[in-house]
């Protein structure tokens, strides 16, 4: 994961996002940083972390587009998913997974990166949005923005 990405998370978290919750990790395989590192340390009651490949920071291999299959509607408090989507095949499946898992009132932290960003295959680079798409796709999933920012990077 990039460093701004982490230093986001870790400014924009606080504990009482966190602190007692279920936290559930969409794409939590550990490439090179975890955001597991900031978000532990504000003391969740659980936290789950589930990618498609089994490696670090894998708790559950689980596909992102089972996500209500495996784990049923309105379950996690907290769903984080850093620098993943930009890696799915179709993401408007994997959206509406990660926002039904999350309990009524709960916090989806999500980032991904935007045009401009390099190529990095991991193992496919299928997506880069703009701060506008952002926010159109997440409104059309019924979510109410809290932050929208673009990467200081």
């Given at each position: 994961?990039?460093?701004?990405?982490?230093?986001?998370?870790?400014?924009?978290?606080?504990?009482?996002?966190?602190?007692?919750?279920?936290?559930?990790?969409?794409?939590?395989?550990?490439?090179?940083?975890?955001?597991?590192?900031v978000v532990v340390p504000l003391g969740?009651?659980?936290?789950?972390?589930?990618?498609?490949?089994?490696?670090?920071?894998?708790?559950?291999?689980?596909?992102?587009?089972?996500?209500?299959?495996?784990?049923?509607?309105?379950?996690?408090?907290?769903?984080?998913?850093?620098?993943?989507?930009e890696h799915v095949e179709l993401p408007?499946?994997?959206?509406?997974?990660?926002?039904?898992?999350?309990?009524?009132g709960g916090l989806l932290v999500l980032?991904?990166?935007?045009?401009?960003?390099?190529?990095?295959?991991?193992?496919?680079?299928?997506?880069?949005?703009?701060?506008?798409?952002?926010?159109?796709?997440?409104?059309?999933?019924?979510?109410?923005?809290?932050?929208?920012?673009?990467?200081?990077?």
């Amino acid at each position: 994961m990039h460093e701004s990405v982490l230093k986001w998370v870790g400014e924009t978290l606080v504990s009482a996002d966190v602190a007692g919750r279920s936290v559930l990790e969409v794409g939590s395989y550990d490439v090179n940083g975890s955001i597991r590192t900031v978000v532990v340390p504000l003391g969740p009651a659980s936290y789950v972390g589930v990618d498609q490949s089994a490696g670090p920071g894998v708790d559950q291999v689980v596909s992102a587009v089972d996500l209500v299959a495996e784990f049923g509607a309105g379950s996690f408090d907290v769903v984080i998913s850093t620098e993943m989507l930009e890696h799915v095949e179709l993401p408007l499946d994997v959206i509406p997974e990660m926002v039904e898992v999350l309990a009524p009132g709960g916090l989806l932290v999500l980032t991904t990166r935007s045009p401009g960003f390099p190529y990095h295959p991991y193992p496919v680079d299928t997506w880069r949005y703009t701060l506008d798409g952002m926010g159109q796709i997440l409104v059309a999933a019924s979510l109410v923005v809290r932050e929208l920012v673009s990467d200081p990077q």
